[in-house]
């Protein structure tokens, strides 16, 4: 029984280490300082941003946000451009953004959102986003004016990594090959999945 085990055992590290495993991990030392002090992060959820290039915010537009789950797209460039702010005053160590950055996935609204993440960046404060449902491969991006409500862009997991590359992306310590799940380094002793 215990040479069974033993065998059994053999198996499965041989199928982990033989690439059954999507994550790989990168050498995390580099370029990380030490924490010599509790790092102060600050997160935000679900701040569904949506391009102003997408309507025209006319009497359709406040309809169908008046009539859908409370959230305050109207005034999402507002509420960002305060949130960039807000985080330039506080000067934390990192900025997670968990999922629905944008409405519903619209190209714009990404690129956009993108730019106001940038701006955190250059201020010193790395920035980490993960996608939520709202974000990719959506079949509900649309543009909303008076005359017409119309399809939009939508971005694939690609492009999603590809557009929040800087924030998380591409300096992951370990990246899931399925998903667009990673793991960050904010100090040699503070990773943040």
């Given at each position: 029984?215990?040479?069974?085990?033993?065998?059994?055992?053999?198996?499965?590290?041989?199928?982990?280490?033989?690439?059954?495993?999507?994550?790989?991990?990168?050498?995390?030392?580099?370029?990380?300082?030490?924490?010599?002090?509790?790092?102060?992060?600050?997160?935000?959820?679900?701040?569904?941003?949506?391009?102003?290039?997408?309507?025209?915010?006319?009497?359709?537009?406040?309809?169908?946000?008046?009539?859908?789950?409370?959230?305050?797209?109207?005034?999402?460039?507002?509420?960002?451009?305060?949130?960039?702010?807000?985080?330039?005053?506080?000067?934390?160590?990192?900025?997670?953004?968990?999922?629905?950055?944008?409405?519903?996935?619209?190209?714009?609204?990404?690129?956009?959102?993108?730019?106001?993440?940038?701006?955190?960046?250059?201020?010193?404060?790395?920035?980490?986003?993960?996608?939520?449902?709202?974000?990719?491969?959506?079949?509900?991006?649309?543009?909303?004016?008076?005359?017409?409500?119309?399809?939009?862009?939508?971005?694939s997991p690609q492009s999603f990594a590809?557009?929040?590359?800087?924030?998380?992306?591409d300096k992951a310590i370990s990246r899931?090959?399925?998903?667009?799940?990673?793991?960050?380094?904010?100090?040699?002793?503070?990773?943040?999945?």
């Amino acid at each position: 029984m215990k040479r069974k085990c033993q065998i059994a055992g053999l198996m499965i590290m041989t199928a982990l280490v033989s690439g059954g495993c999507a994550t790989t991990f990168n050498d995390v030392s580099k370029n990380l300082k030490p924490n010599n002090s509790p790092a102060s992060i600050m997160a935000i959820s679900d701040p569904h941003y949506y391009s102003p290039t997408l309507t025209d915010y006319g009497a359709k537009f406040t309809e169908i946000i008046n009539n859908s789950d409370g959230k305050d797209v109207k005034n999402s460039p507002q509420i960002i451009a305060a949130f960039v702010k807000e985080v330039e005053i506080k000067q934390p160590d990192a900025v997670v953004i968990s999922g629905d950055l944008t409405l519903n996935g619209e190209q714009a609204s990404h690129v956009e959102m993108a730019e106001y993440l940038k701006q955190i960046e250059a201020a010193g404060i790395p920035v980490l986003v993960i996608p939520g449902n709202h974000d990719i491969n959506s079949t509900q991006a649309y543009a909303i004016s008076d005359t017409e409500i119309k399809k939009t862009a939508s971005i694939s997991p690609q492009s999603f990594a590809q557009i929040y590359g800087s924030f998380g992306y591409d300096k992951a310590i370990s990246r899931d090959g399925s998903s667009l799940s990673y793991l960050a380094a904010l100090t040699n002793d503070i990773w943040l999945p």
